[in-house]
């Protein structure tokens, strides 16, 4: 999962709403995409103030996954391991989004251990599957 400042001219009575923390006026584009690089949801149209967390809950699949609403799978074993533990699905994003049991996201980047790297390593190489599938630019590195 991520996002996208789409840059625009502020609208009319727009104030400072549209004023992004990269100093632009932007609409967001939030998306998510599956291993197969399909997109699984979008949602375009928050305003560009707004924290990457708050788009994120304010989304039908957001709210429907806080809700324990949405069609989400239930954990299988992984195909090469058959006799292997279930493994939950999860969303991956950014250190900007909350840490929920369907949502993984990086340990913070200081002092971190072996196990934490290779842990935000294989979160990003996750991420990037979400950029690859439109975006020309990554910012979904963790380590």
């Known amino acids: 999962m991520d996002d996208k400042h789409i840059r625009l ?4 009575q727009g104030g400072t709403h549209y004023f992004n923390y990269k100093k632009f006026y932007s609409m967001v584009l939030l998306a ?43 954990p299988e074993a992984l195909t090469d391991q058959p006799n292997g533990k279930p493994v939950d699905y999860f969303l991956v994003g950014d250190d900007a989004f909350p840490l929920r049991n369907y949502l993984k996201k990086p340990y913070p980047r200081r002092g971190l251990t072996m196990e934490e790297r290779i842990y935000n390593y294989r979160l990003s190489r996750a991420c990037r599957m979400v950029e690859n599938a439109d975006s020309e630019y990554s910012t979904c590195q963790y380590t």
Do not use: C, W
Request: charge should be negative; aromatic fraction near 6%; proline fraction near 6%.
């Open 32 to 74: 998510v995409a599956d291993a197969s690089y399909k997109f699984l949801s979008t949602d375009v149209g928050a305003i560009g103030s707004e924290s990457d967390s708050g788009v994120f809950a304010h989304t039908q699949l957001g709210e429907m996954l806080l809700q324990q609403e949405a069609n989400h799978p239930q």
């Open 9 to 12: 001219r502020n609208p009319p």
